[in-house]
């Protein structure tokens, strides 16, 4: 067997400092959130038991954690259907060039690189100058699509590069109309990529801060009412919390993968059956 060179090591070594350092802190976070009854926000660990995670399902004394989550949840819906949606949409719109094109490529993906706490104080400014009320599902959702519509547009611009037009073509020799190459043709084709979009419109909507700061309102989305109890709340409930919404993140990339499995399974499964004719 060839002996590895020093840099293998070298490498391999700071690949493993990246995923502790990447993954340290959560880890650390599960840890504590495993507090006993008396047990603080730091090491040691004094006992092990599950009250912090009953003393979070309890009427806090501050914050409205639950809200807060459903808030969240219905928020980062929105943003993952708008998403997709204008994401398609998009991206079909741009398989021809068209007169400004480039232009409006560039605009729609600039927002990516302005600081997103200025997206946030500037969405919000509008709203008060239109004399409309910030509020997490108006002010809110047009500041955090600036922020997953640029991610959904490039993946779609990628897959539909790629696309393979007599696909369509064959539809439309067969007799179908525009409408129906596109449902029964084009979307079954880019389906895992539609996945794909929906978990990025979801995950970055979910957990996003910065754009959400100033346009929420007075109702606060999970991650401004974590960052509300780092002041006010001094028990290992906030790492209970921080823990079950982990857990909830790594529930919903496995949603979106299984969907992407069985879609690929149905697929092959499909093309076999076409294979023998039946």
Do not use: C
Not at 131 to 153: E, Y
Request: net charge positive; glycine share 10%.
């Amino acid at each position: 067997m060839e002996k590895r060179p020093f840099s293998f090591y070298a490498l391999a070594a700071f690949f493993a400092l990246f995923v502790l350092f990447l993954y340290g802190p959560t880890i650390t976070i599960g840890i504590l959130s495993f507090q006993g009854p008396q047990g603080g926000l730091t090491f040691p660990m004094r006992g092990v038991s599950l009250h912090w995670f009953r003393d979070l399902f309890q009427e806090q004394a501050v914050g409205d954690i639950w809200g807060a989550f459903g808030r969240s949840l219905a928020l980062g819906l929105m943003v993952m259907v708008a998403t997709v949606v204008f994401s398609v949409m998009a991206g079909l719109a741009f398989r021809k060039r068209f007169l400004g094109s480039g232009a409006l490529f560039y605009l729609a993906i600039t927002s990516l690189v302005i600081p997103s706490i200025l997206i946030s104080l500037g969405v919000g400014l509008i709203f008060n100058q239109l004399g409309l009320k910030v509020h997490w599902a108006t002010s809110g959702f047009g500041s955090q699509l600036t922020w997953t519509l640029p991610f959904g547009l490039l993946i779609m611009f990628a897959v539909f590069n790629r696309f393979d037009k007599s696909f369509e073509e064959a539809a439309r020799d067969q007799g179908a109309t525009s409408w129906q190459t596109i449902r029964h043709v084009v979307l079954p084709i880019i389906a895992p990529s539609l996945i794909g979009v929906a978990l990025f419109g979801f995950t970055l909507s979910y957990d996003e801060f910065a754009r959400t700061l100033l346009t929420a309102g007075s109702y606060n989305t999970l991650p401004l009412e974590v960052f509300g109890m780092t002041t006010n709340v001094t028990s290992p409930v906030i790492y209970a919390l921080g823990t079950l919404t982990t857990i909830f993140s790594f529930a919903i990339i496995g949603v979106f993968l299984l969907s992407a499995w069985v879609m690929a399974r149905r697929r092959a499964r499909r093309g076999s059956d076409a294979g023998r004719g039946v």
